[in-house]
C-alpha cells in the first residue's frame, strides 16, 4: 500500500515528476483526460503552445487548442466542456476546441485541478494498482474512528487482503447482522439496506485474519466547493468532490467518498485510478 507522503516530500517528488514537461493548464480549461488505456506513459502526450506536456494522467486538464495525441496501443478518453466524451488513438490527434459550456468563464475549476489534484495524481505509478492481494487483510479507508456516510440504500465496499475468498458482514448498532456478502476480488456491493442512527460495523474475514470498521450515518457532510459545482460532466464532478471530501478529512469521510463515485453516472472515468488516488489519503 503506497501510503501519504508528507507535505515536503510530496513536493519535492512531485517537482521531479514535473520537471521537464510544460506547466499546469493556466488557461480557462476546457476539459479533462478522463481515461487512459494500453501503452506507456510516453505514448500519451499534450501539445500546449510549442511545448509538450509529458506523460499525462487521468484528470490532467486540456486548454482550447491542445493538441491531444495517442502512439501505439494508447487510447485517450476527454471529457469536453459542450462536446462530451471524445476518443483519440494514433490514426489521429484531437485538437481541443473553445469551451461551449460550463463552468464559467474564469475557468476556476480547472486552475483547482491542476493546483490541487494533479501533484497528488503523477505521483501514482502509471500501470500499478495502489492496492494489491497479499496485503494484510483490511479495509482501503481509514479505521482509526468511525467513519460517517449520507443515508443509502447500498454500499461499495473496497478491501485489501490474500489471494482468496473473503466474507463480508454487516453489523447494525444492535450487534445483529443484517447483511453477509463474499468477494474474491476485494470488492463488493451490499445492496436493499435500510440505515438508521447509531454506529454500524463491517467485518471481514479470509478465513485466518479478521479487519472492521465502524460508520455512522450522518447529514452534516460537507457541500462541493462552488467550482466543482460549476463542473458539466457529473461523474467527473462526482470524482473531484469526492477527492475534496478525503483530502480535507479523510478520517471521516473517506467511505462515503468511495459511495459518491459508485453512485456517480458512468461517463468513462478510470474511477479505479481516482480511488487510488483516495486511497493515499488519510493514515491507511
Request: proline share 6%; aromatic share 4%.
Amino acid at each position: 500500500m503506497v501510503k501519504k507522503l508528507g507535505i515536503a516530500a510530496a513536493a519535492a517528488f512531485s517537482a521531479i515528476l514535473l520537471a521537464g514537461t510544460a506547466s499546469a493548464a493556466t488557461c480557462a480549461g476546457s476539459g479533462v483526460i478522463t481515461r487512459i488505456q494500453g501503452g506507456t506513459p510516453n505514448d500519451v502526450s499534450i501539445t500546449r503552445a510549442g511545448s509538450v506536456v509529458t506523460k499525462p494522467r487521468v484528470l490532467e486538464v486540456v486548454c482550447a487548442g491542445d493538441v491531444v495525441s495517442a502512439k501505439g496501443a494508447a487510447v485517450i478518453t476527454l471529457s469536453i466542456d459542450g462536446v462530451g466524451a471524445v476518443r483519440v488513438d494514433k490514426s489521429k490527434p484531437y485538437t481541443v476546441g473553445p469551451r461551449r459550456g460550463r463552468p464559467g468563464a474564469a475557468g476556476n475549476v480547472y486552475r483547482a485541478v491542476s493546483d490541487q489534484v494533479m501533484p497528488d495524481m503523477k505521483r501514482l505509478p502509471w500501470d500499478a494498482r495502489i492496492k494489491a492481494m497479499g496485503d494484510p487483510l483490511h479495509f482501503t479507508v481509514p479505521d482509526s474512528q468511525p467513519q460517517s456516510i449520507t443515508s443509502r440504500t447500498s454500499l461499495s465496499v473496497r478491501m485489501v487482503g490474500p489471494e482468496g475468498q473473503i466474507t463480508l458482514q454487516l453489523v447494525d448498532p444492535s450487534g445483529a447482522v443484517v447483511k453477509t456478502a463474499q468477494t474474491s476480488t476485494g470488492e463488493v456491493t451490499l445492496s436493499g439496506l435500510s440505515l438508521g442512527a447509531g454506529v454500524y460495523t463491517l467485518k471481514a474475514t479470509n478465513g485466518s485474519e479478521n479487519a472492521e470498521l465502524k460508520f455512522s450515518v450522518s447529514n452534516d457532510r460537507p457541500a462541493p466547493s462552488a467550482d466543482i459545482a460549476e463542473l458539466s460532466d457529473p461523474e467527473v464532478q462526482a470524482a473531484l468532490y469526492a477527492l475534496e471530501l478525503t483530502k480535507n478529512d479523510p478520517n471521516r469521510w473517506s467511505f462515503e467518498a468511495q459511495q459518491i463515485i459508485a453512485s456517480a453516472p458512468e461517463n468513462g472515468l478510470d474511477r479505479e485510478r481516482v480511488l487510488q488516488l483516495m486511497e493515499t489519503y488519510g493514515d491507511l
